[in-house]
């Protein structure tokens, strides 16, 4: 089973939304949509399941054009970040109603709705209303509906955005087992590259409008082809600064110098060097052994993790490291970065050395 766009475009009041894109979607692993709000994630997700029109291009399910066909006759499911689902009807015939419209025996009814809610531990809840379950119970009835109709295409928008963070990693651990095996294509929209990286599969990078990398998940991130990308697929934001090579040293402004072998090759010149927070860190590494030094803008404790922007004469940056630091804002502090982990990209922002870390 497979989604194909063909160059589609969305046109709005003469403004170009989405610019062509062209992907292929196969089962067997996520897909993942990956970009801020705003990047054309939803509009995209509108436009394969035929809600939204298409301005330009084709889009097929299974080699089958459907580019003007009705939401109804691709049997799709659509599941929002907002909990979709009758107020009126049980937690069993919420889950029933695409079977019911499409005529379906009791019988097979029965069958596939009580499935659907032993997958998703709903069986004590069938006979409630959606007022009477929490949240996570409201999203885990829409995934059953999802499941139990047995589309060819599942669509997955940002669908854990409105939990609480425990129900959020529960049914992010979930998600691959549920689908998994069905036959269906699922596309899984998300603005949090965490999520992406814990689904794999496949993503594609999102940012206004258009794809700016598609790939296996765990190579985009190794390998950004683009400063763009890297950008997409950071969070905490990517740190990047201006960098001039001399021979096999990089210097950065007045911040700091180091020899790379991996940039031996790289003609000497003006480039921009981009490392992710992690690889930076406020005590060196056997790894971590380049110092800068910064001024402490913001500072952040989170979980096991503490995190820090700092500005230095050339650039702002942000440092993500495990355990607790003891930072003082406004004061001046080293920082020590994985030379090893660096990304050099050209002027242009295509990748021209690193990658992998």
């Known amino acids: ?38 990047a054309g994630k939803t509009s995209l997700i509108k436009m394969m399941a035929g809600l939204d029109p298409i301005a330009s291009g084709s889009i097929a399910i299974n080699g089958k054009d459907v580019t003007k066909q009705s939401t109804q006759k691709r049997n799709i499911s659509l599941v929002h970040q907002f909990f979709v689902n009758y107020p009126h009807m049980s937690v069993f015939d919420n889950i029933a109603s695409p079977l019911k419209v499409a005529g379906m025996p009791k019988s097979e009814i029965q ?131 201006k960098v001039t090579k001399q021979g096999s040293t990089l210097i950065m402004g007045e911040s700091a110098r180091w020899d790379s072998a991996k ?5 000497d010149g003006d480039y921009h060097v981009a490392i992710r927070p992690h690889h930076v860190t406020p005590i060196p590494t056997p790894a971590n052994t380049v110092k800068l030094n910064g001024k402490v803008l913001v500072t952040e404790l989170s979980g096991s993790e503490s995190s820090a922007h700092f500005a230095m004469a050339d650039a702002d940056w942000v440092s993500l490291a495990h355990g607790v630091h003891p930072y003082e804002v406004g004061e001046d502090h080293p920082f020590y970065l994985d030379p090893s982990a660096c990304l050099l990209f050209a002027e242009d922002g295509r990748i021209v050395a690193g990658g992998g870390a």
């Open 1 to 38: 089973m497979t989604i194909t766009l063909n160059k589609i475009t969305k046109v709005v009041a003469g403004q170009t939304h989405i610019k062509p894109v062209s992907l292929t979607f196969e089962t067997g692993h996520f897909n993942v949509l990956l970009g801020e709000t705003g």
């Open 111 to 241: 069958g596939r709705v009580e499935e659907a809610a032993d997958i998703l531990q709903l069986r004590p809840m069938l006979h409630r209303r959606p007022h009477e379950l929490s949240g996570g119970q409201q999203q885990r009835t829409a995934l059953a509906r999802a499941i139990a109709k047995e589309s060819q295409a599942v669509f997955l928008d940002e669908p854990l955005a409105n939990l609480d963070y425990k129900l959020r990693e529960e049914l992010r651990e979930q998600l691959p087992e549920l689908f998994a095996g069905r036959g269906a294509v699922v596309v899984y929209a998300t603005s949090e590259p965490e999520e992406a990286l814990l689904l794999g599969g496949s993503t594609a990078l999102m940012n206004d409008g258009h794809v700016v990398q598609f790939g296996p998940t765990a190579q985009i991130y190794r390998q950004p082809q683009t400063l763009m990308a890297a950008k997409v697929f950071s969070d905490p934001p990517i740190n990047v600064a």
């Open 263 to 267: 940039m031996k090759d790289v003609a």
